[in-house]
């Protein structure tokens, strides 16, 4: 007899009880209306991995005001009365297959490459972001230099988090997740080269957490206790694949206690690899994830290349998360728990099905095809 994966037991987060320990990762689709008004293609994309089996669904990155947090062009937002009444349509069809769906709120900052409101950006300092725009988000050259932004473009930026979530909750969503990776606003923050301040947000990791412990603190101050609120970390960025916390675990024990007191559910950690076991390592054995279950004692989600079912055993196993997200594994196989399930085999990745700008119907077209090509071996 075989025995289950470990990623197939149920697991609580917060006060959400999920069926698997199988989350679906944010991946940015620029798939909304031009206002950011979610489409019914959208509802058919994450209706399709909650059908699949998977226990939780979160959403790509959402914007949450109209100043300055729009990153992309049809980027989905949750700025308004319209954006929360069309993802209700979302959240309804989720839960009626099953899943449970956590909206993710992502504020650009710096790394705003297409506004429909404006086309200046600001972050924590008038740094120009590394690197050039991404043509597979309709970008092209060089970041401009944003504006640094002052207490009341902070205040602002914390309230549109506060408002997004409260309409988020109201819009049938089981959660939020505070972006606060990868490079954008408040990920500049926490980076020592993005925020050169010399206030209460600069300086050391002390302060450099500051926004994101005030954004899930106010968030929670206005959900309530029971409301879930995870926060994405990462240390690499989109445009910046090398760069790591200059303090190790010292940092990483200050953001994720800082986190901790805040309110935060949940820690949702990116790798800085596909080699997971190795490239999360901090100090000797000391994995990433590990330390901010050590530290904060809540449920963290590891993330990176998890579809490797031998690597997401082990991750599990051996105490490094309690949850796995899964980015090119879910978009290659929506009922990829059903097949791990199953034992079934996996599709083959193509890279094609990463692009953002696919749409529902090529993803699907590209896993329809799959079955002409060389099979990949079961966990790829």
């Known amino acids: 007899m075989t025995t289950a994966h470990p990623s197939l037991q149920p697991v609580r987060l917060g006060g959400l009880a999920l069926a698997n320990r199988l989350s679906v990762s944010p991946m940015t689709r620029?798939?909304?209306?031009?206002?950011?008004?979610?489409?019914?293609e959208m509802a058919d994309y994450y209706t399709e991995f909650a059908e699949g089996g998977f226990g939780l669904v979160i959403t790509e990155g959402t914007?949450?005001?109209?100043?300055?947090?729009?990153?992309?062009?049809?980027?989905p937002g949750m700025a308004s009365e319209a954006h929360a009444t069309a993802w209700l349509g979302v959240t309804e069809r989720v839960h009626a297959a099953g899943a449970r769906i956590v909206l993710q709120l992502m504020h650009a900052g710096a790394l705003s490459q297409g506004s429909h409101y404006r086309e200046d950006t600001a972050g924590p300092s008038a740094v120009p972001p590394l690197g050039e725009k991404m043509p597979e988000y309709g970008g092209h050259g060089p970041w401009p230099t944003p504006k640094a932004m002052d207490q009341s473009d902070i205040d602002t930026a914390v309230q549109g988090f506060v408002d997004s979530a409260v309409r988020a909750r109201d819009a049938g969503f089981d959660g939020v997740e505070v972006h606060a990776a990868n490079g954008?606003?408040?990920d500049q923050f926490l980076t020592t080269y993005t925020n050169e301040r010399d206030d209460s947000y600069g300086g050391p990791i002390e302060n450099r957490?500051?926004?994101?412990?005030?954004?899930?603190?106010?968030?929670?101050?206005?959900?309530?206790?029971e409301f879930c609120v995870g926060v994405r970390l990462s240390q690499t960025k989109v445009n910046d694949f090398v760069y790591r916390w200059p303090g190790g675990a010292y940092d990483a024990r200050v953001v994720f206690a800082a986190l901790a007191d805040?309110?935060?559910?949940?820690?949702?950690?990116?790798?800085?690899g596909r080699d997971w076991i190795e490239t999360a390592r901090l100090d000797g054995e000391t994995t990433i994830t590990g330390l901010a279950r050590l530290v904060t004692g809540l449920p963290v989600i590891a993330n990176g290349g998890m579809h490797d079912l031998s690597q997401a055993a082990q991750v599990l196993q051996d105490g490094h998360a309690d949850l796995l997200s899964i980015g090119r594994g879910a978009l290659a196989d929506p009922d990829f728990p059903r097949r791990v399930a199953e034992d079934r085999q996996l599709e083959r990745f193509d890279h094609m099905m990463l692009q953002p700008m696919a749409t529902l119907a090529n993803a699907r077209r590209w896993r329809?095809?799959?079955?002409?090509?060389?099979?990949a071996p079961t966990g790829s």
């Open 262 to 272: 805040a309110g935060a559910t949940y820690l949702h950690i990116a790798s800085e």
């Open 209 to 225: 957490v500051r926004l994101t412990a005030e954004v899930v603190a106010a968030i929670r101050a206005e959900v309530g206790a």
């Open 30 to 40: 620029v798939s909304a209306s031009p206002d950011g008004t979610p489409t019914a």
């Open 184 to 186: 954008y606003l408040l």
């Open 63 to 75: 914007y949450t005001d109209t100043v300055y947090s729009q990153g992309y062009f049809n980027q």
């Open 368 to 375: 329809q095809t799959a079955a002409t090509r060389r099979p």
